[in-house]
């Protein structure tokens, strides 16, 4: 059964704090993404990764960067969190060519930034 | 980019009742199709997909969904909906090509709450 785990569930961060948000697959997917989701604007797309080092950028990378150093484990940081970057964060991965398989998700990080 | 359109952002139903939540997208071209469903306190989950062939899927719990291609539809039903049916579903769509391979672009969401 395919796990993905967030490291954090819940997190209280001040303005100007640096985030970091893991994410660990244990199913050797290429695949991993950082969602946002927000009440009443869905999943927005972060950043996505097929492969180890890759990165690329999604709909709103803005304020936000990722690191994939490993094929299991894909970052998220916030360099300076900011009070609209208060959201759920949901992490994902997929294996096979990308848009073909399923997406399996993790149970997210409520992030909330004062 | 592509754009996904969830026509309800809630649905409160009996159970018993039927439901249909609406789903358009905008890309023209060879799609996949996707819902997902996040029950309370859980994790997003596939709920059913549609890559090609017969375009009346099946999926978990009882659920289907049409494609309908000229419509550029995907419509979630299910004919009698229980108290457990109480989540949030998503549709999703991939146009699977380009710049966008791999980028699943998902609907704003539509909450259903089952009344028992």
């Known amino acids: 059964d395919v796990k993905v785990t967030q490291s954090s569930r819940y997190l209280v961060k001040r303005t100007g704090e640096k985030v970091f948000l893991e994410c660990v697959q244990d199913?050797?997917?290429?695949?991993m993404f950082w969602y946002r989701q927000d009440p009443g604007l869905g999943l927005r797309l972060i950043y996505f990764?097929?492969?180890?080092?890759?990165?690329e950028k999604g709909d709103i990378p803005e304020g936000y960067s990722v690191s994939r150093e490993k094929k299991e484990r894909f970052s998220l940081i916030l360099e300076s969190a900011s009070t609209n970057q208060t959201s759920m964060y949901l992490c994902a991965s997929s294996g096979g060519l990308p848009g073909t398989g399923e997406l399996f998700f993790g149970e997210g990080s409520r992030l909330t930034v004062l | 980019a592509q754009s996904v359109s969830q026509h309800n952002h809630h649905v409160i139903l009996s159970e018993a009742a039927s439901l249909e939540l609406g789903c358009n997208y905008s890309y023209g071209g060879t799609v996949n199709l996707f819902w997902y469903v996040q029950y309370p306190g859980q994790h997003l989950q596939l709920l059913l997909k549609y890559f090609s062939g017969d375009p009346l899927v099946k999926g978990i719990k009882g659920f289907e969904a049409e494609f309908i291609k000229s419509k550029f539809s995907f419509n979630l039903r299910k004919p009698s909906v229980q108290w457990s049916d109480t989540a949030e579903y998503f549709c999703?769509?991939?146009?699977?090509?380009?710049?966008?391979?791999?980028?699943?672009?998902f609907g704003r969401g539509t909450q259903l709450t089952v009344w028992p």
């Open positions: 999703a769509v991939n146009a699977g090509r380009g710049s966008t391979l791999g980028r699943l672009y």
């Open positions: 199913m050797d997917h290429e695949n």
């Open positions: 990764s097929y492969d180890v080092k890759m990165k």
